[in-house]
């Protein structure tokens, strides 16, 4: 159990691993296997359970049935068996570098740049 909601457990494939996101698509995975395995995390990705549906109401007699909802987009789970890991932690602890050295920065993380771009944090600028 997580004291807070930025740091979670859960079994995936019988593992007990730290999450690191939920209900992620599959290019997002792709993003952050290779970035998590690069920085020597051991990773696993699970697909998500899907959503609850609310019981449908009965329809009334000669009423036409209504189509059946779309499927749920696929979602997965993805999370690293190292348990102390903290993706908030690893991102503003400068903790992760890209495969050409540079440090993950939060937009580097959320996929709002292309290129990781090393910055100097404000504290240290003269």
């Known amino acids: ?11 995936l494939d019988g593992v007990k691993c730290a999450v690191v996101e939920k209900n992620i ?8 296997k290779p970035l998590l395995e690069l920085n020597g995390y051991t990773v696993m990705v699970v697909a998500s359970a899907p959503p609850k549906a609310a019981p ?7 009423a036409p049935t209504p189509p059946p909802p779309p499927p749920a987009p696929e ?6 068996t190292n348990v102390m890991f903290n993706a908030t932690n690893a991102v ?21 740049e292309k290129v ?4 100097v944090p404000y504290y240290e600028n003269k």
């Open 92 to 112: 503003f602890g400068r903790l992760l570098k890209t495969s050409n050295g540079h440090i993950v920065t939060l937009a580097y993380w959320r996929q709002q």
């Open 1 to 11: 159990m997580a004291i807070n909601k930025n740091h979670e457990f859960e079994d």
């Open 56 to 62: 449908a109401a009965p329809a009334a007699e000669g």
């Open 25 to 32: 698509s599959k290019d997002r995975v792709d993003f952050l």
């Open 75 to 80: 979602t997965f789970t993805l999370g690293v």
């Open 116 to 119: 990781a771009h090393d910055q």
